[in-house]
């Protein structure tokens, strides 16, 4: 089974990306994978959410996405919350486009099993000796810098309580898979392992490492030998790691655009290719590192 893996493309609202969008498409079916996954962080904007995954589905493949941060920022004007969102929107521009939302029930393919979820942050993978007080973490602010979820998500839940909350969801769509599943492909937007959070030794940027995933879930991950391959967005910068048996990666593209809108070299590089065969997953194709960096940024 071969896999095409991409994750936070941050699509501009305003038709610009259609380029990018379409040289994304041109790349995969150069690929042809069996299944394309997209591991969150399309756009705030649930319309764009829905016409940027009827632009890249794959017509002979199968098409699954996770929601992202990003993707579950709530819409004062329409009135729909982060929530809302995440349980019922994005579902529903999922299958208006032809993808299936993980998240809303995991996807099964012969004897594999994808499963997915948003995942959240529960501040385990902050940097203890920064000395940062608990009250930063939990106010998302420290001496001026906030992580943008405070202004944007509008959970009534706290974001320890949200990452046990999703989880539970996460253990019980394991344990509720059928008999015959021999491999679990976990796809999720929020990080799972500390490993593959990068850390740049600069503030603010390790003070919001704090929100790129949650331990917890990773240890669930482990705790099932089924599962063998975790692919992840969030993180801009992309980073692979084995772990007891099980592969790990990052897949984001970010918010980085070239200049001559020539997206051969960006989009070669953002798009992951990954086999499974046997129960065992080799990578096929891989960059890692910030792919953007030295672009100029889009937003
Ligand atoms: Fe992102
Ligand atoms: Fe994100």
């Not at 839940?157 to 019980?172: A, G, I, M, V």
């Not at 490993?195 to 940027?205: E, G, I, N, Q």
Request: aromatic share 12%.
């Amino acid at each position: 089974m071969r896999i095409a893996a991409i994750s936070d493309l941050h699509i501009r609202p305003d038709g610009s990306d259609d380029d990018f969008l379409t040289a994304i498409r041109q790349r995969l079916e150069v690929i042809s994978p069996d299944v394309f996954v997209i591991a969150g962080d399309i756009s705030d904007n649930i319309a764009v959410v829905e016409k940027t995954l009827s632009a890249i589905k794959l017509s002979n493949a199968e098409n699954l996405y996770v929601a992202g941060n990003h993707d579950i920022w709530f819409e004062k004007e329409k009135g729909i919350g982060s929530l809302e969102k995440y349980s019922r929107f994005i579902g529903d521009a999922c299958t208006n486009a032809g993808f299936h939302h993980l998240p809303d029930e995991p996807f099964i393919k012969d004897n594999v099993a994808f499963v997915g979820s948003l995942g959240w942050y529960d501040y385990s993978f902050r940097r203890d000796e920064l000395n940062i007080p608990e009250e930063s973490y939990l106010e998302k602010e420290w001496q001026g810098s906030y992580w943008r979820d405070y202004y944007t998500v509008d959970l009534e839940y706290t974001d320890r309580e949200f990452t046990e909350l999703l989880n539970s969801k996460l253990e019980y769509d394991l344990s509720a898979l059928p008999e015959n599943i021999e491999t679990v492909i976990y796809i999720s937007h929020h990080l799972p392992f500390g490993a593959l959070t990068p850390y740049k030794d600069s503030l603010p940027w390790d003070f919001f490492s704090a929100f790129m995933g949650a331990e917890s879930t990773g240890e669930i991950l482990l705790n099932d030998e089924r599962v063998k391959l975790s692919i992840s967005g969030h993180s801009h910068v992309r980073r692979q790691i084995f772990l007891d048996g099980l592969l790990a990666v990052t897949v984001p593209v970010g918010y980085g655009r070239p200049e001559n809108d020539d997206f051969t070299s960006l989009v070669h590089d953002g798009i992951a290719e990954l086999e499974l065969t046997d129960g065992k997953c080799k990578v096929h194709h891989y960059v890692d590192g910030d792919i953007c960096e030295g672009l100029p940024y889009a937003f």
